[in-house]
C-alpha cells in the first residue's frame, strides 16, 4: 500500500468553539387537529437528546425528542464529480406533537436546544384532513393505495426514488393534487404526474408562484378507474430531508379569492375561483392573517384590516383612509382609482398582494388631474414585489392611482390586491431580525483577558443582525438595548446610525456564564421631537405564520479538547477493507471518557463508507480510528472522512452538559483513494427464478489477492427488511477455497422483489485488517407455483 505522509504545521493548543445543534428535518412535517403524532426529527450534533418545543396555538410537543435507531437508505452509487461533494448525515431522534381538535389549520414554527444551543426555527403544519405516513423501503417503487381525502406524509428518499400513490375516481370526476415541500424549507424540487389507468398521463404538476415553487395539479377523470400520483425529485436527488405533505380531495383548488380579505368583525362575501360565492366572518381579535375552512373547498387564509373596504366592482372613487380591493382580471389590464386632495395633502399607498398570496407583481403610477405621471414605485424594496409610495398633492385636484402587472401578458382572478390608502404618518421605523436564533460559546479565561479579543471576527453564526426600515421620513439613529440578557452578557454595537441599514449584534458571554438559552427581545429607540419612538425587533415569517419578536440566545461552553493529526493520503486504498489513522488527543484539561465516531456532517458524501463509534478511555492522549470501506465503492473516488469528538462535561456550577468537537481541517481527516479490492464475487447467474415454497441453488466463485488467500471467508445473502420469505443459511468458505454455494429458500409469500439481492463476502477470522467483496442477483417471481 502506497501511503504519502507530509507533516502537519505546527498546531497551537487551544480550546474549541461549540457546535450548535442544527435540524435537517421533521417526519412526518405536519399532521391532522385532534391527533397525536409520533415524529422522527433528523439533527446534528444532538448526540442523542435535545429540547423540543414549537410555537403557535393549539399545539404541544414533549419536552424531549430522543435518539433511536437511524434509518438510512444508501440508495445508488454518485459517480464523480458529484462524489466529491459534502453530505450531511442527520440522526433520527423521536419525539411526539399533541394537536388540540380546535387548532386553527396552518404553519406553526419548532426548534430543538442543547447545552450547546439552539437551532434554527423550522415548520409543521396542522391540517384538517385524514394523514397517512409512507412507509419508505428501498428499491423500484411499489404503488401504495390510498382513500380520499388525504394528506400524505412522504420522503424522496434515498436518491432517484419515486414515489407512487394510487386511488379511485369516478368518471366526470374532479381531483386536485397539491404537494407542499419547499415552502416548508426542504429542497426536494417536487416532480408531480398524475398518471390514467391506462397507463397515459393525464397532467403534470404546475409549479405555483405562492408556494415557493411546490407544485399542484388539477384534472376531471375521463374514466373511473385507478389513477396514479407521482412524485420524484425533478433532478433525481433524494435524501431523508427530502419531506413532502402531497393532499389529494376531490373538488377544484382554491386558486383565487376575490377579495383577499376584509374589515375586522365582519362576516364577508368571497368568491373563490371567479365562480363560487362564500360568506366567512373575520373574527380575528388581534393581528392580521386569519386561517379559515372555506367550506368543501380547502383552507384559506385571509387579510385582516380596520380600515373601511371599498372594492372596484362598488366603484372606482374614494375617501381617505380606505382599504381598496380589486384584480387585474385581463392581461394588459389597470385598475384606475380615484380621490380628491388639497393642496399640500399627503397620500400613502402600501399594496398588499403577492406578501399574502396574490401573483400580481405590482406596479403603482399617480397621476394628476391632467394625467401627468406625478410618483411611480415598482418594488417597495429588493425581493419584495408588492409597490409602497407616499405622494404630496402640488395643487388641489382629482388625483388617479394606477394599479397594474410588472408584465402586461398576465392577469386574472388570482391576480388579486389590497390597496391601503392613508394620509401620511408621523416619521416611524421598523426593526427586522434576520435570525431568530443566535448561539455564543463563552470566553474562556485567556480570551476575557485578552483586549484584542473584540477585534477578531465573529464566529458564523454569532451575530444576529437587526435591519432598520424607514418609514414616511424617518432619518433618526436608533439607539438598541437586548431584554432578558443573561448576567454578565454584552452585546455590541448599540446605536445604528441614521447613515446605516442594519446592525450584526454581536454577543460576547464572560466565562462563568451559566449554560442556558435565554429568550430575549431586541428593542430600538429613536427620539422624534422630543419624544422617545419605540419598537421591538421582529422575525419576518410567511403571511398566516406565527409571528415572533424574540431571539433565543444559546450560551454554550467552551469545548476544552481536540484531535490533532497528521496529513497524509493512502493512494492505493482497496475497496471492501478498513483504513486506520492515529490521532493525538489533546485534552485541554479534561480528563473523561471521549466517544470518538464519523461526524455529523461531512465535507465529502461518505457513500456507504462506515466506523463504528469507540471510546478513548479517561487520561489517553492518543487514539487509532478505523473506518472500513464499502465493497463497491466507486474506484479512484477521494474520500475525506471527518470525525467528531463527544463527551459529557461537568460545568463550574456542578451542572453536567454533552459537548463535542469536529475538525474539517485536512490534517484531521482520514484521505484516501480507493482502488480495486483484494476480493472479487461473481455468482453463476445474475438472476434466479422464485417459486414458493422452493430452494434455488446460487454457485458463487471468490478470486482472491495472494495477501488474503490462506483465510476464511463467510458467503452471505443480505436480505432486505422489508423482503419476506427469503432466506439463505450462510457458506463458511475455508482458506484456499474458491468456489461454493449458497442455497435461498422461499416461504410461503415471498417478495416483494423489487431491488436485487447483496450477495457479501467477507474475512471470517478475528485477523486485521478485514476484506469483503460483494455481488447482486434479481430474484423473479415465478407464475408457477413449486411443490415443496
Keep these: 500500500m502506497l501511503r504519502g505522509f507530509i507533516l502537519s504545521a505546527f498546531l497551537i493548543a487551544g480550546v474549541a468553539h461549540a457546535e450548535p445543534p442544527g435540524v435537517s428535518h421533521i417526519f412526518p412535517a405536519g399532521g391532522r387537529r385532534?391527533?397525536?403524532?409520533?415524529?422522527?426529527?433528523?439533527?446534528?450534533?444532538?448526540?442523542?437528546?435535545?429540547?423540543?418545543?414549537?410555537?403557535?396555538?393549539?399545539?404541544?410537543t414533549s419536552p424531549e425528542v430522543t435518539g433511536v435507531e437511524n434509518f438510512w437508505i444508501e440508495g445508488p452509487m454518485i459517480l464523480k464529480p458529484e462524489s466529491q461533494k459534502g453530505e450531511d448525515y442527520p440522526k433520527d431522534h423521536a419525539g411526539r406533537v399533541t394537536i388540540a381538535p380546535d387548532a386553527m389549520p396552518g404553519v406553526r414554527h419548532w426548534h430543538c436546544r442543547t447545552s450547546q444551543g439552539t437551532s434554527a426555527t423550522t415548520k409543521f403544519v396542522v391540517g384538517d384532513l385524514p394523514e397517512i405516513i409512507e412507509h419508505e423501503i428501498d428499491g423500484a417503487p411499489i404503488p401504495v393505495p390510498v382513500k380520499l381525502p388525504v394528506t400524505i406524509n412522504g420522503r424522496v428518499f434515498p436518491?432517484?426514488?419515486?414515489?407512487?400513490?394510487?386511488?379511485?375516481?369516478?368518471?366526470?370526476?374532479?381531483?386536485?393534487?397539491?404537494?407542499?415541500?419547499?415552502?416548508?424549507?426542504?429542497?426536494?424540487?417536487?416532480?408531480?404526474?398524475?398518471?390514467?389507468?391506462?397507463?397515459?398521463?393525464?397532467?403534470?404538476?404546475?409549479?405555483?408562484?405562492?408556494?415557493?415553487?411546490?407544485?399542484?395539479?388539477?384534472?376531471?377523470a375521463r374514466v373511473a378507474g385507478e389513477y396514479t400520483v407521482k412524485v420524484n425529485d425533478s433532478g433525481f436527488a433524494g435524501g431523508p430531508n427530502f419531506v413532502y405533505r402531497l393532499t389529494v380531495r376531490t373538488g377544484p383548488r382554491v386558486e383565487s379569492i376575490d377579495p383577499l380579505g376584509g374589515r375586522r368583525g365582519e362576516t364577508v362575501k368571497f368568491l373563490i375561483n371567479g365562480t363560487r360565492p362564500v360568506a366567512l366572518p373575520l373574527n380575528l381579535a388581534t393581528g392580521d392573517a386569519l386561517t379559515q375552512q372555506a367550506e368543501d373547498l380547502g383552507v384559506v387564509t385571509l387579510h385582516v384590516d380596520d380600515l373601511p373596504e371599498l372594492h372596484e366592482r362598488e366603484g372606482n372613487v374614494f375617501t381617505l383612509p380606505a382599504m381598496l380591493n380589486g384584480s387585474i382580471a385581463r392581461p394588459g389590464e389597470a385598475d384606475v382609482w380615484s380621490v380628491e386632495l388639497k393642496k399640500d395633502q399627503p397620500l400613502v399607498l402600501d399594496v398588499l398582494a403577492a406578501q399574502?398570496?396574490?401573483?400580481?407583481?405590482?406596479v403603482l403610477v399617480v397621476t394628476d388631474p391632467a394625467g401627468k405621471e406625478l410618483a411611480h414605485n415598482d418594488d417597495r424594496v429588493e425581493g419584495q414585489p408588492d409597490s409602497r409610495l407616499q405622494f404630496t398633492a402640488p395643487a388641489d385636484g382629482t388625483y388617479r392611482v394606477s394599479i397594474a402587472d410588472r408584465f402586461a401578458a398576465r392577469g386574472g382572478p388570482a391576480f388579486g390586491y389590497r390597496l391601503r390608502a392613508t394620509v401620511a404618518a408621523a416619521p416611524d421605523f421598523a426593526l427586522t431580525l434576520a435570525s431568530d436564533a443566535v448561539n455564543v460559546t463563552r470566553q474562556t479565561e485567556a480570551e476575557a483577558a485578552d483586549p484584542t479579543a473584540k477585534k477578531k471576527p465573529a464566529l458564523k453564526g454569532s451575530t444576529v443582525r437587526v435591519t432598520v426600515t424607514p418609514l414616511g421620513t424617518f432619518s433618526k439613529d436608533v439607539k438598541l438595548e437586548v431584554l432578558g440578557l443573561p448576567e454578565g452578557v454584552t452585546f455590541d454595537p448599540p446605536v445604528i446610525t441614521a447613515k446605516q441599514k442594519f446592525a450584526d449584534l454581536r454577543f460576547t458571554a464572560p466565562p462563568r456564564t451559566t449554560v442556558q438559552i435565554a429568550n430575549l427581545t431586541i428593542r430600538g429607540t429613536a427620539e422624534i421631537d422630543g419624544q422617545p419612538l419605540i419598537h421591538d425587533a421582529a422575525f419576518p415569517t410567511a403571511f398566516g405564520e406565527p409571528l415572533t419578536n424574540q431571539v433565543r440566545l444559546g450560551i454554550a461552553p467552551a469545548v476544552p479538547f481536540k484531535h490533532v493529526g497528521e496529513y497524509w493520503v493512502t493512494n492505493d486504498q482497496p475497496s471492501g477493507t478498513t483504513l486506520s489513522k492515529h490521532f493525538e488527543l489533546q485534552r485541554g484539561g479534561f480528563d473523561g471518557p471521549i466517544t470518538v465516531s464519523l461526524a455529523d456532517r461531512q465535507g465529502r458524501c461518505l457513500q456507504a463508507l462506515t466506523a463504528k463509534p469507540m471510546i478513548i478511555p479517561p487520561g489517553a492522549t492518543d487514539f487509532t480510528y478505523d473506518v472500513l470501506f464499502p465493497p463497491d465503492l466507486e474506484l479512484g473516488r477521494t474520500n475525506r472522512a471527518q470525525l467528531m469528538l463527544v463527551a459529557e462535561f461537568t460545568d463550574f456550577d456542578g451542572t453536567k452538559h454533552t459537548i463535542s468537537h469536529t475538525s474539517f481541517e485536512q490534517n484531521e481527516q482520514i484521505i484516501s483513494v480507493v482502488s480495486e479490492g483484494m476480493l472479487r464475487l461473481t455468482t453463476a447467474s445474475t438472476s434466479y427464478p422464485v417459486a414458493s415454497g422452493a430452494r434455488v441453488a446460487v454457485p458463487f466463485t471468490l478470486l482472491r489477492h495472494p495477501d488474503v488467500a490462506k483465510r476464511p471467508m463467510r458467503v452471505e445473502i443480505k436480505v432486505p427488511p422489508h423482503m419476506a420469505g427469503v432466506s439463505a443459511p450462510p457458506v463458511l468458505l475455508p482458506g484456499g477455497e474458491t468456489r461454493g454455494t449458497l442455497t435461498i429458500e422461499f416461504g410461503a409469500q415471498p417478495g416483494p422483489f423489487n431491488m436485487p439481492l447483496a450477495v457479501l463476502a467477507q474475512t471470517a477470522d478475528n485477523a486485521a485488517p478485514p476484506h469483503a467483496a460483494a455481488a447482486k442477483i434479481e430474484l423473479v417471481p415465478s407464475v408457477v407455483t413449486a411443490a415443496k
Design 34 to 60: 385532534g391527533t397525536e403524532v409520533e415524529v422522527r426529527v433528523g439533527g446534528f450534533y444532538l448526540h442523542g437528546r435535545a429540547g423540543f418545543a414549537i410555537t403557535g396555538g393549539g399545539v404541544q
Design 159 to 220: 436518491r432517484e426514488d419515486v414515489d407512487l400513490w394510487t386511488f379511485r375516481a369516478d368518471q366526470g370526476q374532479t381531483i386536485t393534487c397539491s404537494l407542499a415541500s419547499r415552502s416548508l424549507g426542504y429542497p426536494l424540487e417536487a416532480a408531480l404526474e398524475i398518471i390514467a389507468p391506462d397507463g397515459r398521463t393525464v397532467r403534470e404538476g404546475r409549479r405555483q408562484t405562492d408556494g415557493a415553487g411546490d407544485p399542484s395539479a388539477v384534472f376531471t
Design 356 to 362: 399574502i398570496g396574490s401573483k400580481l407583481d405590482s
